[in-house]
């Protein structure tokens, strides 16, 4: 195993609302006026509240194919990797979470019958987890990336054709744990408003020309679709 040092970090975010009716499934992020209000208010209400938190390890990408990303000192990854990282030099593999206050306040909504708000409040979690991973990435753009350097978009485990029990060799090079973050057997996170995921790290000449994933993308009627 390689001796890198994984490091925790704290995240900060902006929570607009055009993100959080994305999240909710809104399409381009927008919706009726009254909706919007209602999910405006439930923001401005847990906004404060929300605090994220990330540990990642920096791994050398020791080898990369369609199928394949073998790292230096670690388990292989499986999937269509090099779609989405290549052509990182190296690699951020990530667990990020923002606790549970979205999840219990979302609950005791629903449990009250407010079903709007408690799906608001899901919705709003949600968008704070994306937002959080987005996060992550300028965070490694600062501190990890060379002057000549850039960082792709996060990509995680069960989307694109990654496959959700790659979770387990995630968590095999991340300790989740220490941000209070738990895999069960079923790959599934808990706090459930987690995100996990790879970033790679290479020549930003090289990252900038090959652009978004979502741009060669056929599910153009994706709601998280990235430009």
Known sequence: ???????????????????????????????????????????????PLIH??????????????????????????????????????????????????TQELGQQRIEKGELFEGFALHGIGAAAAD?????????????????????????SPGYCGLGLEEQKTLFSIVDGSVIGVKLWESCIME????????IGIGPASEIIERGVPCQWCELTNCSMRRE
């Not at 490091?7 to 399409?27: A, N, S, T």
């Not at 706090?191 to 790879?198: H, M």
Request: charged share 25%.
């Open 191 to 198: 706090p459930a408003k987690s995100v996990s995921g790879l």
């Open 1 to 47: 195993m390689s001796t890198a040092p994984q490091h925790v970090i704290d995240l900060k975010i902006d929570l607009p609302l055009r993100e959080v009716l994305r999240g909710m499934g809104c399409k381009g992020g927008k919706a009726p006026d009254h909706i919007a209000v209602a999910t405006e208010r439930l923001l401005n209400e847990v906004r």
């Open 131 to 155: 937002l959080a991973a987005d996060a992550m990435a300028e965070y490694l753009r600062q501190h990890e990336a060379g002057p000549d350097e850039d960082v792709t978009p996060p990509f």
């Open 52 to 101: 994220p938190r990330g540990v990642y390890r920096i791994c050398e990408v020791a080898g990369m194919t369609d199928t394949e990303l073998r790292l230096t000192g670690w388990p292989s990854f499986h999937g269509p990797i090099a779609g989405f990282l290549k052509p990182s030099r190296r690699v951020a593999v990530y667990v990020i979470t923002i606790g549970n206050i």
